[in-house]
């Protein structure tokens, strides 16, 4: 009769049912954990993707072991927020466990893990990488914003010190370990001292790279609708301010590799010049 049916209640994914794509013969990713629960205001992320559900770790490790008899030599463990994996679980799991597991699969080479989220990362996360020889050292965390202030009211759920101090955690126990990581500049309300309190933050870390965005409104997120919105010029200088410091402390970061010898994982060959190939080091 033409009326749409929806779900008024939630379904629980007890096993992903679909077969990932995988454009790479080497390196794959693998879902740990599906949805969000958090709700920062400018993200629309948890009302498209559902709460938050963990799989088994007997199905994540099964994944990774059938990749590896495949030929992969590099998995990514993918989450929207997956320091989050196993609080949903009966009993509860840690995703530092995790780690340390999928870690351990023979014949697995390289283990990476996005996106973390500094209000879940715990300390143990930064042991796992350390103490798990095939975790690459590499970390991506969004930080969002510098001031403890905008945080608040992006609903983040941390704070400026709690995020620097996972940095201390990283720069302590893998000092050569790289940095990424997110930020929006012009978010509702954020005067400019706001503003440079993000520039201190980012040179007080040096960062490896950050994605940079100015704040954009997206339909049904809270901040769209705040009548503090600032003006897209303002938010458009910000971002090239940003942008400069972001280049200016890769290029400081790259700079400390110059004359060493590291291992390349090759991903992809030129098909017009096969003697030119793409990959990715450790860092990288």
């Known amino acids: ?31 740990v954990i599906y949805g969000c629960n958090e709700r920062c205001a400018f993200c629309i992320v948890p009302t498209t993707r559902g ?3 963990s799989r088994p770790v007997e ?43 999928v870690g351990s699969v023979p014949g697995l080479e390289r283990l990476r893990f996005v996106t973390s989220h500094p209000r879940y990362m715990s300390l143990g996360v930064v042991d796992a990488v350390a103490e798990t020889p095939a975790a690459c050292e590499s970390f991506h965390i969004p930080f969002q914003s510098g001031s403890t202030e ?22 302590s126990r ?16 954020e005067t400019e001292e706001q503003f440079q309190e993000t520039l201190t ?30 003006p897209e ?8 301010r940003i942008n400069v410091l972001v280049k200016e402390h890769a290029k400081e970061r790259r700079a400390r590799m110059v004359g060493r010898t590291v291992e390349v994982l090759v991903e992809e060959r030129n098909v017009r010049k096969p003697t030119q190939v793409m990959g990715r080091t450790r860092h990288g």
């Not at 490790?61 to 997956?82: A, F, R």
């Not at 893998?174 to 309300?189: E, K, N, R």
């Not at 933050?201 to 600032?230: C, G, H």
């Open 233 to 240: 010029d303002v938010k458009q200088d910000r971002l090239q």
């Open 150 to 171: 905008v945080l608040s009211r992006m609903g983040r759920g941390h704070t400026r010190e709690k995020y620097l101090h996972i940095v201390d955690r990283i720069r």
């Open 174 to 189: 893998i000092p050569d370990a790289s940095i990424t990581a997110d930020v929006i500049v012009g978010f509702p309300g």
């Open 51 to 53: 709460v938050e559900q």
């Open 1 to 31: 009769n033409g009326n749409k049916v929806v779900a008024t209640e939630g379904s629980h994914i007890m096993e992903d049912s679909s077969k990932p794509r995988r454009n790479s013969k080497v390196a794959a990713w693998v879902n």
């Open 59 to 101: 199905s994540i490790v099964q994944e990774v072991e059938e990749l590896v008899s495949q030929g992969y030599k590099e998995v990514t463990l993918l989450g929207q927020n997956i320091d989050a994996y196993g609080r949903d679980m009966i009993p509860k799991r840690k995703f530092s466990d995790l780690l340390r597991i």
């Open 201 to 230: 933050l980012m040179k007080e870390v040096k960062f490896d790279t950050v994605n940079t965005a100015a704040y954009s409104p997206r339909p049904n997120t809270p901040a769209a609708n705040w009548e503090d919105q600032i």
